[in-house]
């Protein structure tokens, strides 16, 4: 005995240098040993210490022993500067100007999980090289509205697609030491009321749209960390919701990584405790008059946490779960030696950036072939539109970046037709022209005093003028748009878009309209337009994405990743009246009436309305041919998976990318199902003339619903068909099958 209390006496004593390698720092040992021998040597102010932030956006580590900081940072899109410690404000440092990848939107449109993959990676690459050990994102909220103010930093509309992409990101930042942080989990669908609304949902609906990507992205990518969201379910907040985060997340999905509070998320000690909140961060707490410390010291999970400790109110069982979760995460990246030191601006993450939105920009209308514009035939072209000249990197919310370089549409174009063709611009509007987050301001003027009319006469004339209109346009990252903390107000676009769209179309039947935008925005002039192009927060390489696509460099490859409705009733959160367009201070009740109906499986419901533009739509230069799909038995046995074969064919004079998507459909079940589902998906490569098979497998899983009652996934036997489809209003051919 007394021999291990001196040998102990040394080991505290000793500089950690002089002392024989500790358990915890051996990383020779398994990870599950380090943390218990980390955790046997913490004292209890030392737990408390790295369960709540230090700093706006870090944790303390353990400076007695060595265990570092754990910094996070914004996402999803690139790695945000850096701020101030105690502010949002960016702090004025001269060397962390980053990269800005495409929003997430394009990424989902690209349909290509290679992609995203890649995507990661150099995120990973980026936030390594600046020191950020957890990086805050992706974000995997479903598209319930085309209104929610932060759909441009998700995935889109459907759980298939969603999970299909959200794998590889993770898998691909993490591949550098760095924590992917998948949020906001969850059923933050909305940005008005997201601290206020209680999402009412049934079970069904969670698990089948809710959930799935947030399940892949734990039981399939293995994410080493998770945010909570700011909304409530079954009346309690999200980042410490005993259903969400203890039952389903860390109970039926086994997560063994952190729960990060969002930021000012957090608002109950003792749910807090006990409801599966690893480390809360910026808590909006103030320190008592005169008291000693810091803030921090006085956020939910710390001094009334160590008090309730120390008075014997709460035992130590959930701080040490909590500190063994910390403390993995710690050795998976700030304490991991063998994960590299990443990379920064550089070409290849520029050349990723660009190949991202080249893949993911979306062709949704070309009558006669008008794109790609022919610089032989096009000698002066007119570009109009604020958003050919807005730096779009900045604003938004969280996910505003402060970049290195931004390519603007207008200059792609430029650059691209540079002894070519003769291009100018004129403005047409004025949007926004103010270009300033938290400190990072875009340095643009883009003040522009004359009237609309005045603006507008002026396109109109140049329109005339010109052999090719490129019009680009849509929404941008101002308040009110795409951006965080507020809605959209309308489906439609601003600033009166829509009637010089129209204008513009008289005047030249040569017009391009390209919407950037990071959520569905009406059309009303689609048939008065012969060129429709969807392009998105493309990041520091958009302008020549863009150019490259319109000018055919890139054959467009992209599909809708949701649904564009005509009006905003023919979506079904809005159809059944439960979307609240107002501010409530109150809790208040958001009911999830149309259930499962999200996204074209509400458009399909409907049979009378058509979409805008439907769910995985999206057109080439070139053109496919679908062959009759086969399938190689008539049954499915419960354990066994059929095979659906299908040749695609390019029939065109161009190299392109297919993406042949497969849906399921249920033709007769004990509940409602939705008309069909995706539940695969295959992009293909064809040189012209070029024709491939493809192949998916269909197994049990495709094929259920979740039965609240029983709380399982139930496949019922009957009949199914499986279809082969271009997008979900596009099906090529379809097999039956029955499920045993
Ligand atoms: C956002 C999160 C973000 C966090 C930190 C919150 O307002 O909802 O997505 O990661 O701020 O910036």
């Given at each position: 005995?007394?021999?291990?209390?001196?040998?102990?006496?040394?080991?505290?004593t000793?500089?950690?240098?002089?002392?024989?390698?500790?358990?915890?720092?051996d990383?020779?040992?398994?990870?599950?040993?380090?943390?218990?021998?980390?955790?046997?040597?913490m004292?209890?102010?030392?737990?408390?210490?790295?369960?709540?932030?230090?700093?706006?956006?870090?944790?303390?580590?353990?400076?007695?022993?060595?265990?570092?900081?754990?910094?996070?940072?914004?996402?999803?899109?690139?790695?945000?500067?850096?701020?101030?410690?105690?502010?949002?404000?960016?702090?004025?440092?001269?060397?962390?100007?980053?990269?800005?990848?495409?929003?997430?939107?394009?990424?989902?449109?690209?349909?290509?999980?290679?992609?995203?993959?890649?995507?990661?990676?150099?995120?990973?690459?980026?936030?390594?090289?600046?020191?950020?050990?957890?990086?805050?994102?992706p974000?995997?909220?479903?598209?319930?509205?085309?209104?929610?103010?932060?759909?441009?930093?998700?995935?889109?509309?459907?759980?298939?697609?969603?999970?299909?992409?959200?794998?590889?990101y993770?898998?691909?930042?993490?591949?550098?030491?760095?924590?992917?942080?998948?949020?906001?989990?969850?059923?933050?669908?909305?940005?008005?009321?997201?601290?206020?609304?209680?999402?009412?949902?049934d079970?069904?609906?969670?698990?089948?749209?809710?959930?799935?990507?947030?399940?892949?992205?734990?039981?399939?990518?293995?994410?080493?960390?998770?945010?909570?969201?700011?909304?409530?379910?079954?009346?309690?907040?999200?980042?410490?919701?005993?259903?969400?985060?203890?039952?389903?997340?860390?109970?039926?999905?086994?997560?063994?990584?952190?729960?990060?509070?969002?930021?000012?998320?957090?608002?109950?000690?003792?749910?807090?405790?006990t409801?599966?909140?690893?480390?809360?961060?910026?808590?909006?707490?103030?320190?008592p008059?005169?008291?000693?410390?810091?803030?921090y010291?006085?956020?939910?999970?710390?001094?009334?946490?160590?008090?309730?400790?120390?008075?014997?109110?709460?035992?130590?069982?959930?701080?040490?779960?909590?500190?063994?979760?910390?403390l993995?995460?710690?050795?998976?990246t700030?304490?991991?030696?063998?994960?590299?030191?990443?990379?920064m601006?550089?070409?290849?993450?520029y050349?990723?950036s660009?190949?991202?939105?080249?893949?993911?920009?979306?062709?949704?209308?070309?009558d006669?072939?008008?794109?790609?514009?022919?610089?032989?035939?096009?000698?002066?072209v007119?570009?109009?539109?604020?958003?050919?000249?807005k730096?779009?990197?900045?604003?938004?919310g969280?996910?505003s970046?402060?970049?290195?370089?931004?390519?603007?549409?207008?200059?792609?174009?430029?650059?691209?037709?540079?002894?070519?063709?003769?291009?100018?611009?004129?403005?047409?509007?004025?949007?926004?022209?103010?270009?300033?987050?938290?400190?990072?301001?875009?340095?643009?003027?883009?003040?522009?005093?004359?009237?609309?009319?005045?603006?507008?006469?002026?396109?109109?004339?140049?329109?005339?003028?010109?052999?090719?209109?490129?019009?680009?346009?849509?929404?941008?990252?101002?308040?009110?748009?795409?951006?965080?903390?507020?809605?959209?107000?309308?489906?439609?676009?601003?600033?009166?878009?829509?009637?010089?769209?129209?204008?513009?179309?008289?005047?030249?039947?040569?017009?391009?309209?390209?919407?950037?935008?990071?959520?569905?925005?009406?059309?009303?002039?689609?048939?008065?337009?012969?060129?429709?192009?969807?392009?998105w927060?493309?990041?520091?390489?958009a302008?020549?994405?863009?150019?490259?696509?319109?000018?055919?460099?890139?054959?467009?490859?992209?599909?809708l990743?949701?649904?564009?409705?005509?009006?905003?009733?023919?979506?079904?959160?809005?159809?059944?009246?439960?979307?609240?367009?107002?501010?409530?201070r109150?809790?208040?009740?958001?009911r999830?009436?149309?259930?499962?109906?999200?996204?074209y499986?509400?458009?399909?419901?409907?049979?009378?309305?058509?979409?805008?533009?439907?769910?995985?739509?999206?057109?080439?230069y070139?053109?496919?041919?679908?062959?009759?799909?086969?399938?190689d038995?008539?049954?499915?046995?419960?354990?066994?998976?059929?095979?659906?074969?299908?040749?695609?064919?390019?029939?065109g004079?161009?190299?392109?990318?297919?993406?042949?998507?497969?849906?399921?459909?249920?033709?007769?079940?004990?509940?409602?199902?939705?008309?069909?589902?995706?539940?695969?998906?295959?992009?293909?490569?064809?040189?012209?003339?070029?024709?491939?098979?493809?192949?998916?497998?269909?197994?049990?899983?495709?094929?259920?619903?979740?039965?609240?009652?029983?709380?399982?996934?139930?496949?019922?036997?009957g009949?199914?068909?499986?279809?082969?489809?271009?997008?979900?209003?596009?099906?090529?051919?379809?097999?039956?099958?029955?499920?045993?």
């Amino acid at each position: 005995m007394k021999r291990v209390i001196t040998l102990l006496a040394v080991a505290i004593t000793l500089p950690l240098a002089a002392q024989q390698k500790p358990v915890y720092l051996d990383e020779s040992r398994p990870i599950e040993e380090r943390v218990e021998d980390a955790l046997s040597r913490m004292t209890l102010e030392e737990k408390i210490g790295v369960i709540h932030a230090q700093s706006k956006f870090s944790s303390a580590g353990v400076p007695r022993l060595g265990i570092p900081e754990l910094w996070t940072d914004d996402g999803p899109h690139g790695v945000r500067p850096e701020v101030y410690w105690d502010q949002w404000r960016q702090a004025g440092w001269t060397n962390d100007s980053c990269v800005a990848f495409p929003a997430l939107t394009c990424l989902a449109a690209t349909w290509n999980p290679d992609i995203a993959l890649l995507y990661g990676q150099c995120l990973g690459e980026e936030a390594r090289f600046r020191g950020k050990d957890v990086i805050l994102g992706p974000g995997v909220n479903i598209c319930r509205t085309p209104l929610c103010g932060r759909n441009f930093e998700y995935l889109g509309e459907d759980p298939y697609l969603a999970s299909r992409m959200v794998v590889p990101y993770i898998q691909g930042v993490q591949q550098n030491g760095v924590a992917a942080c998948v949020k906001h989990f969850a059923l933050n669908n909305t940005e008005i009321n997201r601290h206020t609304g209680n999402a009412v949902v049934d079970d069904r609906t969670l698990y089948e749209i809710y959930l799935p990507a947030f399940k892949a992205a734990v039981t399939e990518a293995h994410v080493w960390s998770l945010m909570g969201s700011y909304n409530l379910y079954k009346g309690q907040h999200c980042s410490h919701n005993a259903r969400l985060l203890n039952d389903i997340l860390k109970g039926e999905w086994g997560f063994d990584g952190v729960v990060v509070s969002d930021w000012g998320a957090t608002h109950n000690t003792d749910e807090a405790i006990t409801n599966g909140l690893d480390i809360e961060f910026d808590s909006w707490v103030g320190k008592p008059k005169g008291a000693p410390g810091k803030t921090y010291d006085y956020y939910y999970m710390a001094a009334p946490y160590l008090q309730r400790i120390k008075s014997g109110k709460v035992g130590t069982k959930e701080l040490d779960d909590k500190v063994r979760r910390v403390l993995r995460l710690m050795f998976r990246t700030c304490m991991n030696t063998k994960a590299g030191f990443g990379s920064m601006c550089s070409e290849a993450h520029y050349a990723a950036s660009r190949r991202i939105g080249e893949e993911g920009i979306v062709l949704l209308k070309n009558d006669d072939g008008l794109l790609p514009i022919d610089p032989a035939k096009t000698k002066r072209v007119l570009v109009v539109g604020e958003n050919a000249i807005k730096m779009m990197t900045v604003g938004g919310g969280s996910s505003s970046l402060k970049v290195q370089r931004e390519v603007l549409p207008l200059d792609g174009i430029r650059n691209r037709l540079a002894g070519l063709a003769e291009v100018t611009f004129v403005r047409g509007y004025v949007g926004d022209p103010s270009g300033e987050a938290d400190g990072v301001t875009t340095g643009q003027n883009l003040k522009d005093d004359r009237s609309a009319a005045e603006l507008r006469a002026e396109a109109v004339e140049a329109a005339r003028q010109a052999d090719c209109v490129i019009f680009v346009g849509g929404l941008n990252k101002s308040r009110g748009q795409d951006c965080e903390d507020a809605d959209r107000i309308r489906l439609g676009l601003s600033y009166g878009q829509d009637s010089l769209i129209v204008a513009l179309a008289e005047a030249n039947p040569k017009l391009v309209v390209v919407n950037v935008s990071g959520s569905p925005v009406a059309m009303p002039w689609v048939d008065r337009v012969p060129a429709i192009v969807q392009t998105w927060y493309n990041g520091s390489e958009a302008g020549n994405s863009l150019a490259a696509v319109l000018m055919g460099d890139v054959n467009p490859s992209g599909k809708l990743p949701f649904t564009f409705p005509a009006r905003i009733e023919d979506v079904g959160a809005h159809a059944l009246g439960d979307y609240h367009a107002k501010g409530s201070r109150d809790t208040i009740d958001i009911r999830y009436n149309e259930g499962i109906f999200v996204g074209y499986r509400w458009a399909d419901r409907q049979k009378k309305t058509k979409p805008l533009f439907p769910f995985g739509y999206g057109l080439s230069y070139t053109t496919f041919e679908y062959g009759r799909p086969t399938i190689d038995r008539k049954t499915l046995t419960a354990d066994g998976q059929v095979t659906v074969s299908v040749s695609v064919k390019n029939t065109g004079e161009r190299e392109g990318q297919e993406i042949v998507q497969l849906y399921v459909s249920d033709k007769k079940a004990s509940v409602e199902r939705p008309v069909k589902e995706l539940k695969g998906f295959k992009k293909v490569a064809l040189a012209p003339g070029e024709e491939k098979t493809i192949t998916f497998t269909i197994g049990r899983d495709a094929l259920c619903f979740f039965d609240a009652t029983k709380h399982e996934w139930v496949a019922e036997p009957g009949r199914f068909e499986a279809l082969i489809a271009a997008s979900a209003a596009d099906i090529k051919g379809k097999v039956a099958f029955d499920l045993e």
